[in-house]
């Protein structure tokens, strides 16, 4: 009993020293680096009310932690340290989402099916489409928004009828721009 309260005080002068340098509300940066946790970890751990905290409100800084709360954090995680585990899944970056580069892009579309290929599938596509289509009908076939398409038209990318207002694509002029080697550099293609 009296070899545990031995060890309880010099746990909580280690911590006391530990804990001395930073403001007694503390941030969520203090906290981080008090505790030698990365950002993720700190932001579960806040989250999930595992660790005591306010919500000031605010969009940015918004988390405040009594040092009493972080000491014993730091007494539990000693003792405990599967309890503050986060779950699995948490530390992921959404892989699926990621965005290719340049060079992975290019190797993907150089595995992919050949022109003539890539004509009959957008041509099977064009099929309920008129002759002549507009910014918004061409925005429906790509995913682009008709501010991108009208882009295109501009630089001169897609060859296009010039209208006052609004653009008008033959088919045959979409086509030669869906299989050309502009449209094919374009990484960041939307959904």
């Given at each position: 009993?009296?070899?545990?309260r031995?060890?309880?005080?010099?746990?909580?002068?280690?911590?006391?020293?530990?804990?001395?340098?930073?403001?007694?509300?503390?941030?969520?940066?203090?906290?981080?680096?008090?505790?030698?946790?990365?950002t993720?970890?700190?932001?579960?751990?806040?989250?999930s009310?595992?660790?005591?905290?306010?919500?000031?409100?605010k969009?940015?800084?918004?988390?405040?932690?009594?040092?009493?709360?972080v000491?014993?954090?730091?007494?539990?995680?000693?003792?405990?340290p599967?309890y503050?585990?986060?779950p699995?899944?948490?530390?992921?970056?959404?892989?699926?989402?990621k965005i290719?580069?340049k060079k992975e892009?290019r190797?993907q579309?150089?595995?992919?099916?050949?022109?003539?290929?890539?004509?009959?599938?957008?041509k099977?596509k064009?099929?309920d489409?008129p002759?002549?289509?507009?910014?918004?009908?061409?925005?429906?076939?790509?995913?682009?928004?008709?501010?991108?398409v009208?882009?295109?038209?501009?630089?001169?990318?897609?060859?296009?009828?010039?209208?006052?207002?609004?653009?008008f694509?033959?088919?045959?002029?979409?086509?030669?721009?869906?299989?050309?080697?502009?449209?094919?550099?374009?990484?960041?293609?939307?959904?």
């Open positions: 009993m009296k070899k545990e031995n060890t309880q005080n010099r746990l909580g002068k280690e911590l006391q020293t530990l804990l001395a340098p930073y403001p007694d509300p503390m941030s969520r940066t203090d906290f981080r680096k008090a505790c030698q946790i990365g993720r970890t700190s932001l579960y751990l806040l989250k009310g595992l660790v005591p905290c306010t919500h000031t409100g969009k940015t800084r918004c988390y405040k932690i009594a040092k009493a709360d000491a014993e954090y730091l007494r539990r995680r000693e003792a405990e599967d503050y585990k986060p699995n899944g948490w530390y992921s970056n959404y892989p699926d989402k290719l580069k892009a190797q579309i150089l595995q992919g099916k050949s022109r003539a290929e890539k004509l009959a599938d957008v099977r064009l099929e489409y002759d002549v289509l507009t910014s918004k009908q061409i925005s429906e076939l790509t995913g682009y928004s008709p501010h991108t009208a882009c295109w038209c501009r630089t001169g990318s897609l060859r296009s009828i010039p209208n006052m207002r609004k653009v694509v033959p088919q045959s002029w979409l086509l030669d721009f869906l299989c050309s080697e502009k449209y094919k550099e374009i990484v960041h293609k939307s959904e």
